[in-house]
């Protein structure tokens, strides 16, 4: 069954921490794996786009890894903001299904 | 340059009725697609259009459905409401590749309260 889990399921960290989020899928083939930051009551908004040939991407204080062989993905906060506070959500295309299969995501709260 | 435009907001409806929603997606996107998005089920694949055809479908009942015009706009259509069709529907758009490959630009959502 084509699945992709998250952890943790939440998350709370201080103000300039800090933290990694986890992603582990089962969909066999993919075509690629993303990760979008989701504020409460507003439309995901994409931070990475990787393929099965990628590695690392990063964007700004954003890292994520990707280790296609043991089919995991980290999403790596660096210096985080209050702003981080959010759902942060792994997303894989699954290839043959033609369809995108989301994880439940990370709910993540930066305090003070 | 406009973002992803999503109408209505917000809407309530009663068991057994039907609802439309639209999506004006950015433009010169091509690829619209649609997600539900419940506390439940987290965000689920509903269906992508491109060109005005449908290209991809994710599992859910013939009850809903879609459909996308010439200029790219998008029309879902979810009929015989259900207590459990209560959710946030989110509209995204795509450049050229399409939903599956390529940025996906998210709408703000459609919240939608069956009764």
């Known amino acids: 069954k084509n699945q992709v889990e998250q952890s943790p399921q939440s998350l709370i960290i201080l103000e300039g921490k800090n933290c990694t989020l986890q992603?582990?899928?089962?969909?066999?083939?993919?075509?690629?794996l993303r990760w979008y930051k989701q504020d409460t009551g507003r439309g995901p908004v994409s931070l990475t786009i990787?393929?099965?040939?990628?590695n690392t991407k990063s964007n700004g204080r954003y890292t994520a890894t990707l280790d296609a062989d043991t089919k995991q993905s980290s999403l790596h906060i660096t210096a985080s903001q209050l702003s981080d506070s959010a759902s942060y959500i792994c997303?894989?295309?699954?290839?043959?299904?033609?369809?995108?299969?989301f994880g439940a995501g990370t709910r993540l709260a930066v305090h003070p | 340059k406009a973002g992803v435009t999503q109408t209505p907001r917000y809407l309530i409806k009663t068991r057994g009725q039907q609802v439309t929603l639209s999506c004006s997606p950015i433009?010169?996107?091509?690829?619209v697609s649609w997600y539900q998005q419940t506390p439940g089920q987290g965000l689920q694949f509903l269906f992508e259009?491109?060109?005005?055809?449908?290209?991809n479908k994710g599992n859910f009942p013939g009850r809903f459905s879609g459909r996308q015009f010439s200029n790219s706009r998008s029309e879902m259509n979810v009929s015989t409401l259900e207590l459990g069709d209560s959710a946030l529907y989110l509209c995204?758009?795509?450049?050229?590749?399409?939903?599956?490959?390529?940025?996906?630009?998210f709408g703000e959502g459609s919240r939608l309260t069956v009764l």
């Open positions: 259009y491109f060109s005005e055809t449908q290209r």
């Open positions: 997303v894989v295309s699954a290839l043959g299904y033609n369809k995108l299969i």
């Open positions: 992603c582990n899928y089962t969909v066999s083939p993919f075509s690629n």
């Open positions: 990787m393929t099965f040939s990628e």
């Open positions: 995204a758009s795509s450049p050229v590749r399409g939903a599956l490959t390529g940025e996906l630009f």
């Open positions: 433009s010169g996107h091509r690829s």
